[in-house]
């Protein structure tokens, strides 16, 4: 019997079907990524209520990889320590790997509504941490990335508010008589630095992950003032690619660059008083090893 070809007005009544369905999915996973809904609930509508198509269409990659600070690698991880297919939709999972899937992620909800984690990033002078940082607010928008103040000027590209909070001299001692850094230093006996700390104990206190990206003294008072913060020092793969990188970025004169690359020696030392090392060889790599680390769970 000859094929039959549905009529046009059934392909394009299908062809919008399927957009429709893919736009219920997408923003299924909108809902997870902004906390708006659980996965756990996602899960349950998918397995309890026949008329749940969108939910129950998802496949569990998606929605694992749409909870917060889950990537790809970490996801691809589970996934197989749970023992479910790459293909596996939620409504197409057997009663043992339901049971498997409710279990971690009802693992996951006891950990979130514990307070917060704190990570401090730390590393030598051009060794990459405002890239990485950068990198963690684009594709891990749930992780909190504090701001500092600073007295420096901004370099081509950079915008008050979102890298730094420029102000003068004379409002930086404003915010010191009024205790409102959690840190502060002076760096390369040139500008002084300074973290915010209200905005971080009130998203610590609301269960949000904060990475804060600072110089060594800052770090340093860090541990002192937070003791249960998670120090994380950034390497380069080499001392010959930090030179590089340093004097590539052209930001800075030939006796600037001597006096920075003096520092970043004295700064290298110091990174055995840190909890982890994370060499930033490639950039997504290194962010998602620093994102992994923020959202394990502390003792």
């Known amino acids: 019997m000859p094929r039959m070809t549905p009529p ?4 394009a009544a299908a062809s919008r079907a399927a957009v429709a369905a893919r ?18 609930e996602v899960a349950e509508k ?8 969108a939910e129950a269409s998802l496949r569990v990659r998606e929605l694992l990889s749409s909870i917060p600070t889950l990537g790809p690698t970490r996801t691809a991880r589970i996934m197989e320590r749970l023992g ?23 693992a996951r909800e006891d950990r979130s509504a514990r307070r917060g984690n704190l990570l401090v990033l730390a590393g030598p002078t051009a060794v990459g941490k405002g890239t990485v940082s950068a990198h963690i607010r684009e594709y891990h928008p749930d992780v909190l990335l504090s701001i500092s103040a600073t007295t420096r000027p901004p370099r081509p590209g950079e915008e008050h508010g979102r890298h730094y909070y420029f102000v003068s001299d004379e409002e930086f001692d404003r915010m010191l008589e009024r205790h409102e850094f959690l ?9 002084r630095y300074g973290t915010p700390r209200p905005p971080i104990d009130a998203a610590l206190d609301s269960g949000r992950d904060v990475l804060l990206e600072i110089d060594l003294q800052g770090a340093r008072q860090v541990r002192q003032a937070m003791p249960q913060a998670q120090l994380v020092f950034l390497l380069p793969p080499s001392w010959e690619e930090l030179v590089r990188r340093l004097i590539g970025r052209g930001t800075e004169t030939s006796e ?9 020696k004295i ?3 110091a990174q055995d008083e840190f909890d982890y090392r994370v060499v930033n060889d490639e950039v997504g790599r290194a962010a998602q090893e620093v994102v992994d680390l923020l959202a394990a769970p502390r003792d």
């Open 8 to 11: 046009d007005v059934d392909r």
């Open 84 to 106: 479910i297919a790459e293909s596996k939709r939620l409504g197409g999972l057997g009663v043992r790997q339901r049971v498997r899937l409710r279990n971690f992620l009802e």
């Open 256 to 264: 600037e660059q001597a006096r920075r690359l003096e520092t970043a």
């Open 23 to 40: 736009r219920a999915r997408a923003e299924v996973k909108r809902a997870i990524a902004t906390r708006a809904r659980s996965p756990l």
């Open 183 to 191: 840190e502060w230093a002076t760096v390369h006996n040139a500008y």
């Open 267 to 269: 700064e290298l030392a």
């Open 46 to 53: 998918a397995w309890n209520d026949p008329a749940a198509t």
